[in-house]
Structures are given as C-alpha cells and as structure tokens.
C-alpha cells in the first residue's frame, strides 16, 4: 500500500506574516497521525522560519529546488547539505518552471535527483509535456526521455527513496488541468516503465499528479489507481483549499 503524499509548492509567493498564517491555519487542522503525507516547500529565504513553525508538527517542510554541485564557488546556489542541515527532507527537481524558464536539462535534472540523494535528501522529481507535445501524441515520449536520463544516472534502485510528479506543463497554473482518466494513462506508463526494470520497485514508488489540482478536482484524481497524491500550487497557499485536498488524499 503506497502512502498518499500531498507537496504544497509555494513557488515564489509569501511573506513572514502570511506564511506564519497559513501554517498556524494547517498545524491547527491536520491530524497527528495523518494517513497522508504532508509536505510544504516555500520559498529558500523563508526555509529557516517555516523549519521552526513546523517543529513537533506532522507536516514535513521541503524545498523548491537544490544545486547539483556539493559545495563551491557556485555564487547563489545552494546545496542539499544545507537544505538538510535547516529542516528540509524533501526537494523538487525538474519542476517545468525550472526546465522552461532557466533552460534546465534532463541531464541537469538527474544530476540534482543524484545530489539530493547523497545528503539524505527525498527528491521529488518532476516531469510533464507542453502542450504542443501532447496534441502530438508525444507524451509518452517525452515523459520516458525524462525518467530515462534519471535511470540512467542514478539506477532504478533510486526511484526507491524517491517521488515522482507528473505535471502536464499545459495545466500548470492555467486553470486547465488533466482528467483523471489522462492523469492515471500517464502515471501507469511511470510505473510501467519503472515495471520493466524492477517489479517491486515499481509497486512501491509514488507518482504524484500535479497541474491546477482543487479542492473541486482532487477526489477524482486521487481515486485513479495509479495517482498517489498531488504536487499542489496556488491551492496550497490557501488552507482550507489545502487541507480539503489533503482530506481528498487521506480518504484514498
């Protein structure tokens, strides 16, 4: 049985007040024992605060993303060390906003899932196609040249102690979003390549759906065989948006 996890991506969104706000809104309303995983991934500056905020909660804190490089004279870039040495447990790699907007690879990627691994680190890796390669029947191809690079970087062993997120790019803050029957045709081609070189490894690895997931929408995405929870992005800004996805999460 996979445990559901739902991430609440932040992206660059939030300030000290509005972000002690909203966790005090999710810590007074989630439970202790929750049947779903929570994790929030605000933005790096605030990582610190929110580590604090959370501190003897259930709700697991995350980041947004994490240089490949150890450590170094990489001027504003921070590493997985320091990522797990504030409070993070999980990290987002390959978010489409990263791969579109600052040009990073499918190499780049594995080479950020790799880094977070070594430092104790859950990465939780994104992949997704644009539109115009889905109305080109392309989504499967795309979706396996993304996880191929990670494979072959890291080995099949690895998804074990990772997430995987499947974000159609063309429902990523545009109010469109996957049905659940296009959302779970992806997340079993995951599986079902991650099936071909490991069995066991393939039941237990969780594929999360993201792209424009409500409150409206998160029970029928959910209830899909092979969706495991959600990677959530404005919604998540809003508590009782999030903790009403959650309790979706929670009743699968």
Known sequence: MRRPIVVGNWKMHGSRAENARLIE??????PADPQALCVVCPPLVYLQDIARLLRGTAILLGAQDVCAEPQ??????????MLKDVGCSYVIVGHSERRLLFRESDQAVARKFVAAQAKGLVPILCMGEQLAEREAERT?????RQLEAVLKLAGVESLGTAV???EPVWAIGT????????AQDVHAFIRAQIYARDAKIAAL???LYGGSVKAVNAAELFAMPDVDGGLIG???LKADEFLAILSAARAH
């Open 205 to 207: 690895t969780r594929v």
């Open 25 to 30: 809104e999710l810590t007074a309303k989630f």
């Open 164 to 166: 995987l997120a499947y």
């Open 140 to 144: 499967h191809e795309v979706i396996a």
């Open 234 to 236: 404005g919604a998540s």
């Open 72 to 81: 170094g004279a990489f001027t504003g870039e921070i590493s997985a060390a």
């Open 175 to 182: 109010g469109r979003n996957a049905t659940p029957e296009q």
